[in-house]
């Protein structure tokens, strides 16, 4: 089943949108938007893809209520009333999906994702995109559980499912760095303005991690530190890409406060390279 008045319509956001718009069932990707407007651009095209392909669309709101995200949809060319009464189109507010009660309520997250879910397979659905925005987790201080819920759903969805994580980057940059590196971890591909091609956290992050060894302690004072994280940590590389908290958490025991310093530059490294300022 196609959703009505789901033709294709000109990016401004370019070559992203395309690398956003064939993510794959099963894939749990992250956006980090500077803007309402490249917001909705880049989840209203991805949700559209899913509509052209014969999948279901799920919006879930937080930054913006329900309402104005229907009132945005229609403007971007989506017929949001026919879809939602052909069930193609879900929209919720955060407090129907995230929290209850202002607390964050995973298992009722998970009930609702089955349920939608089935839904769309009764109706001959292909799968489901869902994309959710992440602004209630911050604005109701509960970024810890975000974080829980990120890393329980995994880098890849047991579901023909496609998700994508909306975060607005005025909150991304106030995560603290160790949780930062975790969230990015916790999904299988990151999409922003900056990326046109797949971008994963391993992509990136031991590139950054050994250029900031060597900028703070030189060439061979970073082969020290790795020699020495290697030994006592089994930490190689490789492995600092598959677990950065324990890297970090590793630099924190060798070098005390001294590591304040590398987890800053590793922070400030990551935003430049994913596009926070």
Same mark, same amino acid.
């Given at each position: 089943?196609?959703?009505?008045?789901?033709?294709?319509?000109?990016?401004?956001?370019?070559?992203?949108?395309?690398?956003a718009?064939?993510?794959?069932?099963?894939?749990?990707?992250?956006?980090?938007?500077?803007?309402?407007?490249?917001?909705?651009?880049?989840?209203?095209n991805?949700?559209?893809a899913?509509?052209?392909?014969?999948e279901?669309? %799920?919006?879930? $709101?937080?930054?913006?209520?329900? #309402?104005?995200?229907?009132?945005?949809? *229609?403007?971007? !060319?989506?017929? /949001?009333?026919?879809?939602?009464?052909?069930?193609?189109l879900?929209?919720?507010?955060?407090?129907?999906?995230?929290?209850?009660?202002?607390?964050?309520?995973?298992?009722?997250?998970?009930?609702?994702?089955?349920?939608?879910?089935?839904?769309?397979?009764?109706i001959?659905l292909?799968?489901?995109?869902?994309?959710?925005?992440?602004?209630?987790f911050?604005?109701?201080?509960?970024?810890?559980?975000?974080?829980?819920?990120?890393?329980?759903?995994?880098?890849?969805?047991?579901?023909?499912?496609?998700?994508?994580?909306?975060?607005? %980057?005025n909150? $991304?940059?106030?995560?603290d760095? #160790?949780?930062?590196?975790?969230?990015? *971890?916790?999904? !299988?591909?990151? /999409?922003?303005?900056?990326?046109?091609?797949?971008?994963t956290?391993?992509?990136?992050f031991?590139?950054?991690?050994?250029?900031?060894?060597?900028?703070?302690?030189?060439?061979?004072?970073?082969?020290?530190?790795?020699?020495?994280?290697?030994?006592?940590?089994?930490?190689?590389?490789?492995?600092i890409?598959e677990?950065?908290?324990?890297?970090?958490?590793?630099?924190?025991?060798?070098?005390?406060?001294?590591?304040?310093?590398?987890k800053?530059?590793?922070?400030?490294?990551m935003?430049?390279?994913?596009?926070?300022?």
């Amino acid at each position: 089943m196609r959703g009505r008045n789901s033709e294709p319509r000109v990016s401004e956001v370019g070559r992203t949108l395309d690398y956003a718009n064939i993510l794959k069932a099963g894939d749990h990707g992250v956006l980090f938007y500077r803007n309402p407007q490249e917001k909705h651009e880049m989840l209203f095209n991805f949700l559209q893809a899913g509509l052209q392909n014969g999948e279901g669309a %799920v919006y879930v $709101a937080s930054q913006e209520p329900s #309402k104005q995200i229907r009132r945005h949809m *229609k403007d971007f !060319g989506l017929n /949001v009333k026919a879809l939602e009464k052909d069930d193609v189109l879900k929209i919720f507010d955060y407090n129907d999906w995230y929290m209850i009660d202002g607390e964050v309520n995973v298992s009722h997250v998970m009930m609702m994702s089955q349920r939608v879910f089935d839904e769309a397979v009764e109706i001959g659905l292909k799968g489901l995109r869902g994309c959710g925005e992440t602004a209630c987790f911050f604005e109701h201080n509960k970024q810890k559980e975000l974080l829980e819920y990120e890393l329980m759903v995994g880098r890849k969805l047991a579901f023909p499912v496609t998700a994508l994580c909306a975060y607005d %980057v005025n909150h $991304a940059k106030f995560v603290d760095g #160790k949780y930062f590196a975790s969230l990015i *971890k916790a999904h !299988g591909s990151v /999409v922003t303005s900056r990326f046109a091609p797949e971008t994963t956290f391993e992509n990136f992050f031991p590139t950054i991690m050994l250029n900031v060894l060597e900028t703070t302690f030189g060439k061979m004072g970073k082969e020290i530190i790795l020699e020495i994280l290697a030994e006592r940590y089994s930490l190689t590389p490789r492995t600092i890409a598959e677990d950065p908290v324990a890297f970090i958490e590793g630099l924190e025991k060798l070098i005390g406060s001294g590591s304040n310093v590398v987890k800053q530059s590793l922070l400030r490294q990551m935003h430049l390279k994913i596009g926070i300022r």
